[in-house]
Structures are given as structure tokens and as C-alpha cells.
């Protein structure tokens, strides 16, 4: 690989890495907005449960809306769950290792070759982790929103039901 074409690679993949250290901030704000839906939503369907309202089949959809909505909640969660994101060196490490290399490599440019490469291969690793656990939120978030959408017409059913009941 030539000297520009590891620059390029290495610029691409700082400038990819730092979108995936955003993206991961969104996906929690994201993660948050809808446990806030959820949590409405579980205390509007159960306090449709409290009342002796409507029949066994009333209750039955009710229990089962507010099964999906506790599922809904618990895989959201998951996104929530604290990982530990790869962030790049500090500058302090990168000079020791520049010194390290001069020791080792001598005099010349074979050293800062050589750590333009491991550096470059090291932001691609670090790139890679953090993807890997970016996509992890955003499935749970996903799957949480597909959890609960059946619910939602039985909760809205329920309201115009109890509505059109109530005096």
C-alpha cells in the first residue's frame, strides 16, 4: 500500500469512526424517546385493566397489549445497556509509541512507516468494535418498535371502545 493510499484509508476510516461515536449518542437518545413511549403506553393499557370494564375477551387483549408493551420495554433496554466504545489513543500514548519506534527502527523513516500502518489498522479495528455495538443497539431498538406495534390498535381500540361506553 502506498503512502497516499494509507493516508486516505487512514482519514476515511477517523472521519467513519467518529460518525459511529455520534451515531451511538443518537441511538441512545432514540433509546430513551421510546422507553418514554412505552412507559405511557404501559400505564395507559394498564389502567384500562383496573376498571370492570368490558368482558373476558376485553381483559384477555388487554393482557395480552400490555404482554407486548413489557416486551417492547425490555428489548429497548437492551440498547441502553452500557458497552464500553473504543475511543482512539491519546496523544501521550502516540508519542511513546513514536519514541518506541525510533529505539526500534532507528534513525529514518521506517518507524513512522510503520506506525502510520499500525495506527491505521488500529482506528479499523476500533471502527469495526464500535459498529458491531452500534448495530446491537439499533436491532434492539428495532425489534423493540416491531414488539410493539401489534399493541397498538388493540390499546387504541380499547380507548375508542371505552369511550363510546362511558357516559
Not at 28 to 40: E, H, Q, S
Not at 75 to 87: E, I, M, Q, V
Not at 115 to 139: C, G, M, P
Request: charged share 20%; net charge neutral.
Amino acid at each position: 500500500m502506498t503512502d497516499d493510499e494509507l493516508a486516505w484509508l487512514s482519514a476515511a476510516a477517523e472521519r467513519r469512526d467518529q460518525i459511529e461515536l455520534a451515531l451511538s449518542d443518537s441511538l441512545d437518545v432514540k433509546a430513551n424517546i421510546w422507553l418514554a413511549v412505552v412507559t405511557f403506553l404501559a400505564a395507559v393499557d394498564g389502567a384500562l385493566l383496573l376498571p370492570p370494564l368490558g368482558g373476558v375477551w376485553f381483559r384477555a387483549f388487554q393482557i395480552a397489549a400490555l404482554a407486548l408493551v413489557a416486551a417492547s420495554g425490555l428489548r429497548t433496554l437492551g440498547a441502553l445497556f452500557p458497552l464500553p466504545y473504543d475511543f482512539a489513543p491519546l496523544p501521550d500514548e502516540l508519542a511513546r509509541w513514536l519514541e518506541q519506534a525510533r529505539e526500534y527502527f532507528g534513525p529514518g523513516p521506517g518507524g513512522l512507516a510503520y506506525l502510520r500502518r499500525e495506527a491505521t489498522e488500529a482506528t479499523i479495528r476500533r471502527l469495526v468494535a464500535n459498529r458491531r455495538k452500534n448495530l446491537r443497539k439499533s436491532r434492539c431498538i428495532v425489534i423493540g418498535y416491531w414488539v410493539l406495534l401489534p399493541a397498538l390498535p388493540i390499546i387504541l381500540f380499547s380507548l375508542g371502545w371505552l369511550a363510546h361506553e362511558l357516559p
